[in-house]
């Protein structure tokens, strides 16, 4: 496999376990009917990846390496998980998404940090 057919195999599969384990243990499943008609479903979602990113935070401010891997475990799962039930093959977005980073010009949009 290349690289590329890599990334995409493993970023769907991660959305299609994720998927099968939140409806295993009895957890809402995003839609793409909750993009079109819910006002809360998808913030709700992207605040619970924030939680996570603030997690991660948190284990790097107490210098906790092991859960500081958890935490940017927790946001890729979160993420696909989302990913996936609204439809969004995440694989090749982020495929895309590297693409278009690559043409960006150095240090792109002269921020500091």
């Known amino acids: 496999m290349t690289p590329e057919q890599l990334i995409l195999a493993a ?3 991660i959305g299609v376990e994720v998927h099968a384990n939140k409806v295993a243990h009895g957890w809402k499943v995003t839609t793409q009917e909750d993009w ?3 006002q ?3 913030p ?3 605040m619970l990846i924030t939680t996570e990113v ?3 935070m948190e284990a790097f401010r107490k210098n906790d390496f092991a859960n500081f891997q958890e935490e940017l475990a927790d946001i890729i799962i979160r993420t696909a ?3 996936n039930g609204l439809g ?3 694989g090749w977005a ?3 998404k590297m693409e278009k980073n690559r043409t960006r010009e150095y240090k792109h949009g002269g921020k500091r940090l």
């Open 11 to 13: 970023f769907n599969k």
């Open 36 to 38: 079109a008609k819910s």
């Open 40 to 42: 809360h479903e998808v």
């Open 44 to 46: 709700a979602a992207l």
């Open 54 to 56: 603030a997690e991660a």
């Open 81 to 83: 998980g989302l990913a």
């Open 88 to 90: 969004i093959d995440l």
């Open 94 to 96: 982020v495929l895309a």
